[in-house]
Nanobody, 114 residues
Framework: QVQLVESGGGSVRTGGSLTLSCTAS????????MGWFRQPPGKEREGVAA???????NYADSVKGRFTIPRDNAKNMLYLQMSSLKTEDTAVYYC?????????RGQGTQVTVS
């Protein structure tokens, strides 16, 4: 059973930094593409960043140059390092992976930038 548990959210000032973590279990983590989505208040969910099994990365234009998405396959961990945060980065952030054709995600962690 795939389990993804996010942590590290919180409140931060504009221009500040924050790192989110995701602990993965229940699947062979190193073989799967992982990603972060977010859902701003009152808006639809949007992709933020993704990293493949060979650590190729992809970022939404809105976060390029500010966010990075490293992974630690030895620890089954995914991170989202966020810097130069803006108020529009306020959202619930979800860790996710496509597993057997199903988008699996965690419960989310709130990030508030003010």
């Amino acid at each position: 059973q795939v389990q993804l548990v996010e942590s590290g959210g919180g409140s931060v000032r504009t221009g500040g930094s924050l790192t989110l973590s995701c602990t993965a279990s229940g699947f062979t983590y190193s073989r799967y593409c992982m990603g972060w989505f977010r859902q701003p208040p009152g808006k639809e969910r949007e992709g933020v960043a993704a990293i493949g099994s060979v650590e190729n990365t992809n970022y939404a234009d809105s976060v390029k140059g500010r966010f990075t998405i490293p992974r630690d396959n030895a620890k089954n961990m995914l991170y989202l390092q966020m810097s130069s945060l803006k108020t529009e980065d306020t959202a619930v952030y979800y860790c996710a992976t496509w597993y057997n054709g199903v988008l699996e995600r965690g419960q989310g962690t709130q990030v508030t930038v003010s």
